[in-house]
């Protein structure tokens, strides 16, 4: 099962409105496509949403749910249409900028390989993955691959692509946002993580005690 029409047009909707966002408080398509490493971070935003397109994640509630974390959603909504903004702002008028085209690129290139990350487990899990913290018909623990490393790394893939996205545009205010998103993050991860131990009990307890949330060896 894929992505239903109505979902296909808000994924559209949304990635076309936080472009358009970007590239207007950047001054413009002149002042966005004139900047190579903006173009190839545009393009590479495009080729995500597509992506998506083909996967089978979803925002089902499923057969049990956390309604309680579901503020997570507004909140990584408001900082990720402001993490479009500002940072683009930020280039445009040069108000806590640094660095030059090296680190834009740097800032491509993290996008990418975060943004690799964060959809990767979204194939991975199917109708598993949700935006919601919640079980789905047929839920099973995925351990392997690059869930034998770290249990969450699409959202590690997030935090990457947030702070990618910020060096693209030098810009300091961006990362000071990028850094933000850990306050949701670590309270989503919190829920799903006692959400899913109170679910699979001792299976999930031994998953969790060979791996890391987001860094080996760090957290």
Do not use: C
Request: positive net charge.
């Amino acid at each position: 099962m894929r992505l239903t029409p109505g979902m296909m047009l808000l994924s559209l909707v949304s990635t076309l409105a936080y472009l358009g966002l970007a590239v207007w408080a950047e001054g413009g398509p002149a002042a966005w496509f004139g900047k190579p490493p903006l173009v190839a971070l545009f393009a590479y935003t495009l080729v995500l949403a597509a992506a998506a397109l083909f996967t089978e994640g979803n925002v089902s509630p499923g057969e049990k749910e956390d309604r309680g974390n579901r503020w997570v959603l507004a909140a990584f909504g408001v900082l990720g249409f402001a993490g479009a903004f500002v940072p683009a702002l930020d280039d445009r008028y040069g108000w806590l900028t640094f660095g030059g085209d090296g680190l834009r690129w740097l800032g491509v290139a993290l996008f990418v390989g975060g943004g690799a990350l964060r959809m990767a487990p979204v194939f991975i899990l199917g109708k598993r993955f949700s935006g919601l913290v919640a079980i789905q018909p047929g839920h099973r623990l995925v351990t392997t691959g690059l869930y034998g490393a770290i249990r969450h790394p699409s959202y590690l893939g997030l935090l990457v692509m947030s702070f990618g996205w910020a060096l693209a545009f030098r810009s300091g205010l961006g990362l000071i946002l990028a850094a933000l998103n850990l306050v949701p993050l670590v309270a989503r991860i919190r829920a799903e993580e006692a959400f899913l131990a109170a679910h699979f009990g001792a299976e999930y307890e031994a998953w969790r005690a060979r791996t890391a949330r987001l860094a080996p060896g760090m957290w």
